[in-house]
């Protein structure tokens, strides 16, 4: 142990005892105040507690206490702090439906294409139809994609019941029933579309030949081009009675809705003199015109 001179030692001694008393008069630090948290959305509206899942709270981290936060219901409805202190009242507070709901809707999801857009497409926003009639924003079933109120064919249904019917009764349509398929597999729900919103190619071609690879062209020798006619010209793409979805019972019948003698609004060329089709021989015309969709060999189609 190191020896202090008689002044080192004292001059250490009252170190000690000056920071001592230091210490003992120096007040303590007081406590931070509790701050008390607000009320919150969820204090009132569950919504906000199932909310805490969806994909739109994703770009504001996780839940707060397993509900939404005050911050995200913000983004949408707005500032809730008035609508809070009147006691809940719904004109202090944005809503979603209508066509202003879907006009806040449309400042994140602004898709806006040739052929397809949120804002102008075939179920552009409206009073009647908006977004959510398709769409549910705080109850969704996390199993169904896109937000959707239930799976598609169920739910385009309940506006578009002749479609359905025509899937459900009649003997020759597409497999909507066994699952192959759904509407959506055919229709852009927010295409801009005047022919139903049906989908294309990237080549503008009917969405039909996505499917139906056998009859895409292009053809040398083509049948129906877009121009003349379409798919639609001959099939009933919801359902028909008839064989192939056609629109009449008889290939002949089907032909001659275009390839007529009667000279007034036809498309096609006539049939030569010596087709009777009063003879079963000239009533199946596919029987030569095998090609159908298009040939790349035959004028006439043979081939």
Request: one cysteine or more.
């Amino acid at each position: 142990m190191k020896h202090l001179s008689p002044g080192a030692f004292a001059a250490a001694a009252l170190a000690v005892l000056t920071a001592g008393v230091a210490t003992a008069q120096a007040p303590a630090s007081p406590a931070p105040a509790k701050v008390e948290a607000g009320p919150a959305c969820a204090d009132c509206h569950d919504e906000a507690k199932i909310f805490a899942g969806n994909p739109h709270t994703r770009a504001y981290g996780a839940a707060h206490k397993g509900a939404a936060s005050n911050e995200v219901c913000a983004t949408c409805h707005g500032d809730g702090t008035k609508h809070m202190e009147a006691g809940g009242d719904k004109t202090l507070i944005r809503t979603l439906h209508g066509r202003t709901g879907a006009e806040t809707c449309a400042t994140c999801h602004k898709q806006s294409a040739e052929r397809s857009s949120f804002k102008t497409g075939v179920h552009a926003p409206s009073e009647a139809v908006n977004c959510l009639s398709c769409h549910a924003i705080h109850k969704s079933n996390p199993k169904q994609a896109n937000l959707l109120v239930s799976e598609p064919t169920q739910l385009c249904a309940t506006c578009h019941q002749d479609a359905a019917s025509s899937f459900r009764t009649l003997p020759y349509a597409h497999r909507l029933k066994e699952g192959a398929l759904s509407c959506v597999s055919c229709h852009d729900p927010h295409g801009r579309s005047a022919r139903h919103a049906v989908k294309e190619t990237r080549a503008g071609e009917p969405g039909c030949v996505s499917c139906h690879a056998e009859v895409r062209g292009p053809f040398v020798y083509p049948h129906v081009n877009g121009v003349a006619g379409d798919c639609t010209s001959c099939h009933i793409p919801h359902g028909s009675s008839y064989p192939h979805q056609l629109q009449r019972a008889t290939i002949a019948s089907q032909c001659l809705e275009c390839h007529s003698t009667l000279g007034v609004g036809t498309l096609g060329s006539q049939p030569p003199s010596f087709h009777n089709i009063s003879l079963p021989r000239y009533r199946n015309c596919t029987t030569c015109h095998v090609a159908v969709h298009g040939s790349q060999r035959s004028p006439q189609l043979l081939k």
